[in-house]
């Protein structure tokens, strides 16, 4: 179509009809892709639904897979939205494609990390190391992880800061999120003390415990766990629900000090001793 006339002159309608139904084109992709993206996580969500209540699969385990999956998702209907933008524009992709490769390849050599953040991701998915809601340490960081990613597993600290952990910098994983965990109390008592009136008043707290359902078994007094430089250090452990042990170890340590305290038993603190020569 000429759009030009005697020279600098144009014709504007001209413009306007040629570019109208490119618009109207571009304008229905985006407008079918904002509709169609919520619908596809609807649908894997639906069916990861249905697949966890066949398989059985653990709740942990579903978010994870659905995290990943969506944002896979999100990823191909992107590339897809641009490939079809491009082909209404009457561009053609394949050089762009070609050139993309010949980019991608000598990008490659210098992007081993991401890579090694892919290939690691991988594992860790399919071993199950990390899932959505374990309380995990990994990376140098300690908290609640809240997505698994390909490249990245995010750690949501427990002061509220979100940690994006590449994953090839996890190279050891702590779960503290897989069975029972053991809540641990060690409490000093004086020298002044009698140990075995102390073990029998710990005992008597434990009692109290037993009957808490958090506690799985337990707890329970080990006996004389240290010897310090101005106390007796005693031990009682006991195995409890996951993600209850800090709270069962607080309440523990609260009633400890007011039994000793009904009962006299000093917990003590450390105590220093000066020795001044006099000369004469």
Do not use: W
């Not at 170890?249 to 020795?275: A, C, G, L, S, Y």
Request: charged share 20%; aromatic share 8%.
């Amino acid at each position: 179509m000429d759009i030009f006339k005697d020279g600098l002159n144009f014709d504007l309608g001209g413009i306007l009809n040629a570019l109208l139904p490119v618009a109207l084109q571009i304008g229905l992709i985006i407008i079918g892709f904002i509709i169609l993206v919520p619908i596809g996580k609807k649908i894997i969500e639906k069916s990861l639904q249905k697949a966890g209540k066949n398989e059985k699969l653990s709740p942990s385990r579903m978010k994870t897979l659905e995290k990943l999956l969506t944002n896979l998702f999100a990823y191909v209907m992107i590339f897809i939205l641009l490939v079809m933008i491009l082909g209404t524009l009457d561009i053609n992709i394949g050089p762009l494609l070609a050139g993309a490769g010949i980019i991608g390849l000598a990008i490659g050599f210098g992007a081993q990390g991401l890579v090694s953040d892919i290939v690691t991701g991988f594992f860790i998915l399919l071993e199950r190391q990390i899932e959505v809601d374990d309380y995990v340490t990994a990376g140098g960081f300690d908290g609640i992880c809240e997505e698994v990613g390909l490249r990245t597993t995010k750690i949501r600290s427990f002061d509220g800061t979100l940690n994006f952990v590449p994953n090839r910098q996890i190279a050891g994983v702590a779960n503290h999120s897989r069975g029972n965990m053991r809540a641990l109390v060690d409490i000093g008592i004086s020298y002044d003390d009698k140990i075995d009136e102390a073990i029998v008043v710990l005992e008597q707290v434990c009692a109290e415990f037993q009957a808490d359902e958090r506690f799985k078994d337990g707890p329970n007094v080990l006996g004389v766990q240290s010897i310090g430089s101005s106390d007796v250090v005693l031990r009682v452990v006991g195995q409890t629900e996951n993600g209850a042990q800090f709270g069962c170890e607080r309440d523990m340590r609260k009633r400890i000090k007011e039994t000793f305290d009904k009962n006299n038993i000093d917990i003590p603190f450390p105590h220093q001793v000066f020795v001044q020569k006099v000369t004469k």
